[in-house]
């Protein structure tokens, strides 16, 4: 497979290409999700929670938080992580885009 040309694509389509890339495991989908509900930062409950090893999910957060849909603060010796409000919201608003773009056709192969 080629290197992608992303130079040839809109800053948006790039962001989001790359948030839905960092997003498509499902681990970081469980990450998300332990977020989501915990609704506050998280300092190493992932561990009991999920099952994997701290090694393991601190090599997911750190996609995640590249891409920007987390965010980390440090407390003492930990990170404790967070959705970032502003990534998701705007995540929401490009999925929401692409989808509300697709109007059914009878005309399709």
Not at 99 to 105: L, P, W
Request: hydrophobic share 40%; aromatic share 4%; net charge neutral.
């Amino acid at each position: 497979m080629g290197v992608t040309k992303s130079e040839i694509y809109t800053e948006e389509q790039n962001t989001l290409a790359n948030q839905l890339k960092a997003i498509a495991h499902p681990a970081r989908i469980a990450i998300l999700q332990e977020l989501i509900k915990a609704n506050a930062c998280i300092c190493g409950d992932l561990v009991l929670e999920l099952g994997l090893a701290q090694a393991t999910i601190s090599q997911h957060l750190k996609e995640l938080k590249k891409v920007g849909l987390i965010q980390g603060t440090i407390e003492g010796v930990s990170v404790c992580y967070c959705i970032e409000p502003k990534a998701w919201a705007a995540l929401q608003n490009e999925l929401n885009k692409l989808f509300a773009s697709y109007k059914v056709s009878n005309t399709c192969c």
